[in-house]
């Protein structure tokens, strides 16, 4: 029962051998408000959840978000040896399976047989190179847009972009298709961004991205106030990808409650939001920025709902 969830997720179970797959596999219940992964830590087994409940706080200010059951967690750091890259705490009990790192090595990770690899293979660099494709055209349109405004220079630089992946886009059809987009924020923006580098990209790829978002925004010679906010962080973004001691200097935003009806509010209205001990009391941490305008833009929205908005620059590594 438990391979023939885990297939329905995606996972190839077909050429599993139970018996030896489940060796020392156990299945515990995480308590609410216990931490099952924290980042930073080596990997000593791979998780599957087998209900909702869990919630990933990944490291470098990407939004936190639930998690999905019967997906196994911790999989690629172990396949890598990597340490974890998120926090993921119980936000109710969740029962879950636990998977030694060496079992899961030697009789989870290796499902496929030679020939289906060799077929599949192929498959997997098309669909991501895709995927890359989609994701980084996405961007650059929100980009060009992020200030409700689509120069024919913008529209012909992104064009040629697409030509370079076989596209034959005419100005007009890749106007339209850019227009035909959603409408995007500043915070959507960004997230597409922190997205794309949660995929770990190779860090040529990433630093190519950046320097098409740069020229985007400068091609039609003129730099709006909303492209100058948003460039500046996600400039800070891809150098804290590239340059794990590029010396960045982050700014955090805490939401600060005043009284027990605002500490209620921000459980209700945003329990994603950590809350943490300050020397004051507590605060719940809004998000961490690479940009003093950006996380002022921020804290300002947080304002105009009355809440307390703080701003604190620490040197840390990205």
């Known amino acids: 029962r438990v391979l023939v969830r885990l297939a329905q997720s995606g996972h190839k ?7 030896l797959a ?65 926090t993921i ?20 990770h290796d499902t496929y047989t030679i020939e289906e690899f060799s077929v599949l293979l192929p498959q997997l660099y098309l669909e991501e190179e895709m995927r890359a494709f989609e994701q980084t055209l996405e961007i650059l349109r ?3 847009m992020i200030d409700q405004v689509l120069d024919d220079a913008e529209v012909e630089f992104i064009q040629k972009f697409t030509h370079a992946y076989g596209f034959d886009y005419s100005v007009d059809e890749m106007r339209e298709r850019l227009l035909q987009g959603k409408k995007t924020d500043f915070v959507t923006l960004r997230q ?8 770990e990209p190779a860090h040529l790829q990433a630093a190519r991205l950046k320097d098409l978002l740069n020229v985007l925004v400068k091609i ?20 804290g990808y590239l340059d794990e001691e590029a010396g960045i200097i982050p700014f955090t935003v805490w939401l600060v409650p005043q009284n027990e ?29 690479y940009s003093k305008d950006y996380a002022e833009m921020i804290s300002e929205r947080y304002r105009s709902l009355h809440f307390f908005a703080t701003i604190d620059q620490e040197e840390a590594g990205i």
């Open 13 to 19: 179970t077909i050429n599993l051998d139970p018996d």
């Open 22 to 86: 489940f060796t020392d596999v156990r299945l515990t219940t995480l308590k609410k408000d216990q931490t099952l992964i924290t980042a930073g830590a080596p990997p000593g087994f791979v998780y599957v959840p087998m209900g909702e409940g869990l919630l990933m706080t990944p490291l470098g200010g990407y939004q936190a978000h639930a998690v999905k059951p019967w997906i196994p967690l911790g999989n690629t750091r172990v396949i890598r040896g990597d340490v974890q890259e998120a």
């Open 89 to 108: 705490t119980a936000q109710k009990p969740v029962k879950l399976l636990m998977i030694p790192k060496e079992i899961y090595l030697r009789y989870w």
């Open 142 to 144: 929100q980009v060009a």
């Open 192 to 199: 597409s961004v922190l997205d794309y580098l949660a995929l």
């Open 220 to 239: 039609d010679e003129t730099i709006s106030d909303e492209e100058a906010l948003i460039l500046a962080e996600l400039n800070g973004l891809f150098a």
């Open 261 to 289: 009806e605002q500490d209620q509010a921000l459980a209700s209205l945003m329990p994603a939001l950590p809350k943490q001990e300050t020397s004051g009391g507590f605060a719940y941490l809004a998000g961490t920025y």
